[in-house]
């Protein structure tokens, strides 16, 4: 069945290390997003992409990278630069503009 | 830029009705939207206003005021289940990307 797909569920890395967030759909959606949470914080828009070899930064887009090769696939690099990289991420897609947003189950990254 | 501002907490008690507030500074948007949230999960979609007026959805609905820059989430008949924190979001026609407001956390109590 359809829906959003973002693995792992929890992530562990050492500082200074790059790690690379997966998020694949199947809902034919064209509007990808990425966003990160913050315990007890609202969602902050990380990167989005409108159309396949095409994204835009969001409001946080610094030390974070991706990619939309594929319109099912749009991965989320944290980079080293990233100052403060522990968080929960979550990805979103909607076919149109912005409602409703699916999103997936999440990652949660722990950086230490 | 725009920004949503939204109440921090709300508590209520099984079977009252609650109205969770959103105000909003934007230059344009499509429309309001509503989504829930449980511990540790991701959000749902619960509502949308494209228009001004209210939007009923079961024991949900959403209204939304373009004039007084303004929306609100209306739950009735509360259960527990309900406890979760609420978002109210916006597409901004300029920047065609979805804010979100601060959030608020519901509390509902037996």
């Known amino acids: 069945d359809g829906g959003i797909t973002q693995s792992p569920k929890y992530l562990f890395r050492k500082e200074g290390q790059n790690v690379t967030l997966s998020c694949e759909q199947n809902l034919n959606h064209d509007a990808m997003y990425w966003y990160r949470q913050d315990p007890g914080q609202g969602l902050r828009l990380i990167y989005y992409s409108q159309i396949v070899n095409d994204f835009q930064k969001g409001d946080i887009a610094e030390g974070y990278s991706v990619s939309r090769e594929k319109k099912e696939s749009f991965p989320l690099t944290v980079t080293s630069a990233q100052k403060n990289p522990t968080a929960f991420y979550l990805c979103?897609?909607?076919?149109?503009?912005?409602?409703?947003?699916?999103f997936g189950n999440g990652t949660r990254l722990t950086v230490t | 830029g725009q920004s949503l501002e939204q109440p921090s907490e709300v508590t209520a008690v099984e079977g009252a009705i609650v109205q969770i507030n959103c105000t909003y500074q934007t230059s344009g948007f499509y429309g309001l939207s509503w989504y829930q949230q449980h511990d540790g999960g991701a959000p749902t979609f619960l509502s949308y206003n494209a228009l001004d007026g209210l939007e009923e959805t079961g024991r949900f609905s959403s209204f939304l005021s373009r004039s007084d820059s303004y929306g609100y989430l209306l739950l009735q008949e509360l259960q527990m289940k309900d406890s979760a924190s609420y978002f109210c979001?916006?597409?901004?026609?300029?920047?065609?990307?979805?804010?979100f407001g601060t959030g608020t956390r519901l509390l509902v109590s037996p």
């Open positions: 979001a916006l597409l901004n026609t300029g920047f065609q990307k979805l804010v």
């Open positions: 979103a897609t909607t076919p149109r503009q912005g409602v409703p947003l699916h």
